[in-house]
C-alpha cells in the first residue's frame, strides 16, 4: 500500500470518530415488488458509518408496507424504522423521515432500483472529510441513460434554468442521492413543498444560503412509466416555476 492510500484510510477513520451514523431515508409509495430487493441493497452497502434505515410509507395502497415489516422479522439486527402517514407526496415523506433522522449524515433513497446504495460511499465522503455540507450524485457526470428522451431534456433545461437563475452550474438537481450534514434539518424538515416540488424548492434555499453543493458522479438504471416511474413532464414545469418563486422571495 503506497503513503498517499494509508494517508486517504487514516483520514476516513479519524473522520468516522466524529461522523459516527448515517440516516437513509426512504419515502415509499406502492413498491411491493422491489422494496425487499432494494432494502436488502441498502443494507449491504459497504460504508464506514453505522446506518439508520428510514421508511415512510406515504400511505400506499398495495402491500409495501407489509413486505417492509417482513424484512425488518428477517434482519432484526439491523436498524430500521417503519413510519406510517397518510399519502402526501415524496416531500412530506421525506420531511418526516429528516424529522425522524438521528444520524451524523442524512441521504434520500427512492423505493425502487434505479439508484444504487453502493454509490454511498462515494456520496458522503465529500462530506465526511469536511469538504462540504451538501453532496448531490449526478447522472450527468458518468454515462447519461435515461428511459425516454422526454425525461433527460427535462432534466437540462431544469438544470439549465436553475444555473443561470442561481449563479452555480448544478448537472443534476432532481437526483435522488441528495446527501446532507445533520446542520442542515432545520432547513430540510421546515420546506413548504410536499411533492416534487419539494426538491427544486431545497436546492433553490440551500444556493440562496450560500452553501457549496459537491457533485459527484453516480448510477443510475432508469425505470419506464410502466415500469412505474411517478415523476411526469408537470412535474418539470411545476420545477421551473417553483425555482423562479424562491429565487424572488426572501429566505
Known amino acids: 500500500m503506497n503513503q498517499q492510500n494509508k494517508e486517504n484510510i487514516n483520514k476516513e477513520k479519524g473522520e468516522e470518530k466524529n461522523m459516527k451514523t448515517l440516516s437513509i ?54 436498524n430500521i424504522i417503519l413510519i406510517k402517514k397518510n399519502n402526501g407526496g415524496k416531500g412530506s415523506a421525506l420531511k ?40 448531490y450524485g449526478s447522472r450527468f457526470r458518468k454515462k447519461i441513460v435515461f428511459a425516454h428522451i422526454h425525461f433527460l431534456v427535462g432534466n437540462i433545461v431544469i438544470n439549465t434554468i436553475l444555473s443561470v437563475l442561481y449563479g452555480k452550474i448544478i448537472t443534476d438537481s432532481y437526483t435522488c442521492y441528495k446527501a446532507f450534514h445533520k446542520d442542515l434539518k432545520k432547513l430540510l424538515t421546515e420546506a413548504e413543498g410536499n411533492k416534487f416540488d419539494y426538491e427544486p424548492e431545497i436546492t433553490s434555499k440551500i444556493l440562496k444560503k450560500k452553501y457549496t453543493i459537491k457533485e459527484v458522479p453516480i448510477n443510475y438504471l432508469p425505470r419506464s412509466k410502466k415500469e412505474g416511474k411517478k415523476i411526469s413532464y408537470k412535474d418539470g414545469i411545476n420545477a421551473i416555476k417553483v425555482l423562479i418563486e424562491w429565487k424572488v422571495k426572501k429566505y
Open 25 to 78: 431515508v426512504i419515502p415509499l409509495y406502492n413498491e411491493e415488488k422491489l422494496i425487499k430487493d432494494l432494502l436488502k441493497k441498502v443494507v449491504g452497502a459497504k460504508i464506514i458509518l453505522e446506518k439508520e434505515i428510514i421508511v415512510v410509507n406515504d400511505g400506499s395502497t398495495d402491500r409495501s408496507e407489509e413486505r417492509v415489516k417482513e424484512f425488518i422479522k428477517e434482519h432484526k439486527k439491523e
Open 96 to 135: 418526516e423521515g429528516f424529522k425522524k433522522a438521528t444520524g451524523d449524515i442524512f441521504i434520500v433513497q427512492d423505493a425502487d432500483l434505479e439508484y444504487d446504495p453502493n454509490d454511498y460511499k462515494e456520496v458522503i465522503l465529500p462530506i465526511i472529510n469536511q469538504e462540504t455540507k451538501i453532496v
